[in-house]
Nanobody, 126 residues
Framework: QVQLVESGGGLVQAGGSLRLSCAAE????????MGWFRQAPGKEREFVAA????????YYADSMKGRFTISRDNAKNTVYLQMNSLKPEDTALYYC???????????????????WGQGTQVTVSS
């Protein structure tokens, strides 16, 4: 079992930045690919970014490329999402996810993610 706890969400003006963190407890963190997904009100959950278990591979949704950066610190059992140039359409509940021994690309396309966090709210005002 892996427990994921997100933090770092909040209210920010358009053009601003936030850094989300996801702390993992439980099984060996470095065995898991990690990802971020988001869900806006009335919309389906969508993929944001992922990083492989080794940290050597990353993958982003097209609309996040160049604005968001995912990283991980296996010594701290934590994955981060640095979000810059935020837009009102980035407003959503952001979820952390973990999947055993996956690639970053796989995280974006599989239907059965192993573990999810509870989410942290990001609100971008115009």
């Amino acid at each position: 079992q892996v427990q994921l706890v997100e933090s770092g969400g909040g209210l920010v003006q358009a053009g601003g930045s936030l850094r989300l963190s996801c702390a993992a407890e439980g099984r060996t963190f470095s065995n898991y690919a990690m990802g971020w997904f988001r869900q806006a009100p009335g919309k389906e959950r969508e993929f944001v970014a992922a990083i492989s278990w080794s940290g050597r591979g990353t993958y982003y949704a097209d609309s996040m490329k160049g604005r968001f950066t995912i990283s991980r610190d296996n010594a701290k059992n934590t994955v981060y999402l640095q979000m810059n140039s935020l837009k009102p359409e980035d407003t959503a509940l952001y979820y952390c996810a973990a999947h055993l021994m996956a690639t970053a690309y796989t995280m974006a396309h599989i239907s059965g993610i192993d573990y999810w966090g509870q989410g942290t709210q990001v609100t971008v005002s115009s």
